[in-house]
């Protein structure tokens, strides 16, 4: 157990306040844009972990996360102005 | 050893960064707003924790270890890409949010996109 | 539809591969082969969509250190400079923020001049391009939607936000 895991720690509770707004959000635009802010302090979180553990495969997990998180952006963003 | 102090102190700066965002995207008046804070997570929120990483990476390669180039190449690729991707996503989802209908409760100073209305 | 030119189909060929060999970093003969023929499938497809106007344009050394410039040295400090400015907002008590949606002009001609200060303005917190529109002239105009809107005509405005950005884009793609 070094700082790594402390910082990671504190990422993944950033993403859990970022939930909230998830739950609360008026409107559809405002879960999308937190959503995809849980994505991206996952995907920090990850990367802090690998360098912790010292496995390659959280790496890969978080480029997953990343690309999927923007896909899933642009998806709705094109839902919701009716052109998908 | 003193990589490994470099490292802590670019997720330091990630942190507080991180922090600023979520308290932003928590505090904000409207969705607009919202997404402005929602940038600074994407931004130095990540790349604080990804410099940082490469920093750590390289100690792990001077230090002797094999996968410390795995780790470089693939944090290298994990930012790069988010550098690309994070503006289309929040250009998109703006636009697509002033299409959809969403505006703030108190009104906008100007609006510009409003007053040239057009379809495409 | 536009058909795929060489030029393009080989730089996204190029792309391709190089992702695909610093993601499996291995340099096994069956690897290698997989991962070209995939990406020959993938940029027979995508290229159209990848490249629009001439590909090789970077490997001029002059747009390419402009381009390292930019992104090294220039670009960071205004992200910085934003990104606190923009946190300094969020962690206020009082909450100063005045915003609102303005129409700015550009200086760039090229399509990929145009992309890139747009992406470049979405990436900087307090500032994201919501639409690009050319007028009669061809002139092309951002519509920004921006945290505390400043007074002023629309080129001071431009100037407030695009600060030295809009002429290190101009090195790189004029």
Redesign the interface.
């Known amino acids: 157990m070094t700082e790594l895991t402390v910082f990671a720690a504190i990422y993944v509770l950033l993403a859990l306040l970022c939930m909230i707004r998830v739950a609360k959000g008026p409107s559809v635009v405002d879960r999308a844009v937190a959503a995809d802010s849980v994505d991206i302090l996952t995907d920090v979180a990850l990367v802090l972990f690998a360098l912790e553990s010292g496995r390659g495969i959280y790496l890969d997990i978080a480029l997953v996360t990343a690309i999927l998180g923007f896909m899933s952006m642009v998806c709705v963003a094109r839902y919701l102005e009716g052109r998908l | 050893m003193i990589l490994r102090y470099v490292s ?1 102190a670019f ?2 700066i ?33 790349y604080g ?2 410099i940082g ?1 490469l920093v ?2 390289i100690s792990m390669i001077v230090e002797g ?1 094999e ?1 410390g ?3 470089l ?3 290298a ?2 930012g790069l ?3 690309l ?16 209908g ?1 505006r ?1 409760e108190k009104e ?7 007053e ?1 209305e ?1 379809d495409d | 539809m536009k058909k795929t030119s060489f030029g393009a189909w080989l730089a996204t060929f190029v792309v391709c591969a190089a992702f695909w060999m610093l993601i499996t970093l291995s340099l096994d003969p069956q690897m290698l082969i997989a991962g070209a023929a995939v990406s020959a499938l993938v940029a027979l497809f995508a290229g159209r969509f990848f490249i629009h106007e001439s590909p090789f344009r970077l490997l001029n050394p002059k747009h390419l250190f402009a381009l390292l410039g930019y992104v090294l040295v220039v670009f960071p400090i205004e992200l910085l400079k934003a990104n606190l400015d923009v946190a300094k907002r969020a962690l206020n008590p009082a909450l100063p923020i005045n915003p609102g949606i303005v129409k700015v002009p550009s200086e760039m001609k090229s399509e990929y001049g145009q992309a890139m200060l747009a992406n470049s303005i979405t990436l900087t917190p307090g500032t994201i391009t919501m639409d690009v529109a050319e007028d009669e002239q061809g002139k092309a105009w951002y519509y920004i939607h921006w945290i505390d809107v400043a007074e002023g005509t629309a080129e001071q405005q431009g100037d407030a936000i695009k600060g030295t950005l809009e002429k290190w884009v101009g090195r790189i793609f004029e």
């Open positions: 802590d997720v330091v990630g942190i507080f960064f991180a922090f600023a965002g979520t308290v932003g995207l928590l505090r904000m008046p409207d969705a607009f707003c919202r997404m402005q804070s929602s940038t600074n997570i994407s931004t130095l929120g990540l924790a990804v990483g750590k990476a270890y996968l180039w795995t780790m190449i693939k944090i690729l994990i890409f988010s550098i991707a994070n503006p289309i996503g929040g250009h998109s989802i703006a636009k697509a949010a002033y299409k959809h969403v703030p906008f100073v100007c609006d510009a996109y409003g040239d057009f």
